[in-house]
Nanobody, 120 residues
Framework: QVHLVESGGGVVQTGGSLRLSCEAS????????MGWFRQAPGKEREFVAR????????FYADSVKGRFTISRDNAKNTAYLQMNSLKPEDSAVYYC?????????????WGQGTQVTVSS
């Protein structure tokens, strides 16, 4: 079992930056792909980014490519999402996810979410 806790959300103006953190606890000895999803009001949850166990493979949704960077520090059991050049359409609840599969298509573990609001 893995427990995920996100932090770092908040309110920022258009063009600003935020860094989200996701700290994992529990069975962190296993090799997990970690990633981020988001859900805006009235919309389905969508994939944002994922990173492989050793960090050598990273994949982004087209909507955030070039603006967001995912990273991880396995010594701290923490994944990060650096979000730059934020737009109002990035406003959503951001969820951290982890899974033993490489694709993170149906994650086994989810955090509780952290709200990101980008004001225009």
């Amino acid at each position: 079992q893995v427990h995920l806790v996100e932090s770092g959300g908040g309110v920022v103006q258009t063009g600003g930056s935020l860094r989200l953190s996701c700290e994992a606890s529990g069975r962190t000895d296993r090799m997990y792909t970690m990633g981020w999803f988001r859900q805006a009001p009235g919309k389905e949850r969508e994939f944002v980014a994922r990173i492989s166990w050793r960090g050598g493979s990273r994949f982004y949704a087209d909507s955030v490519k070039g603006r967001f960077t995912i990273s991880r520090d396995n010594a701290k059991n923490t994944a990060y999402l650096q979000m730059n050049s934020l737009k109002p359409e990035d406003s959503a609840v951001y969820y951290c996810a982890a899974d033993s599969s490489a694709t993170l298509k149906e994650p086994d573990y989810w955090g509780q979410g952290t709200q990101v609001t980008v004001s225009s």
